[in-house]
């Protein structure tokens, strides 16, 4: 093996690398993404729920 050959398998292990590294923020960032969708979710659904509770309380008295 020529030292051109072991430069190449250098930058392809390097490249490789960065590869999956870049995969890798992009699946944190994806999951990052969909627990805070989640969680405004649940927030909405929480602020929904208690203005109907506040809305039927001042109905019903």
Do not use: T, Y
């Not at 627990?35 to 909405?44: G, K, M």
């Amino acid at each position: 093996m020529g030292i051109k050959d072991q430069f190449q398998d250098k930058a392809q292990d390097l490249s490789d690398k960065e590869k999956g590294a870049v995969q890798r923020g992009q699946d944190e960032a994806s999951e990052r993404a969909r627990q805070d969708q989640e969680q405004n979710q649940e927030s909405l659904d929480d602020a929904q729920q208690g203005a109907e509770e506040r809305f039927s309380q001042d109905h019903d008295a």
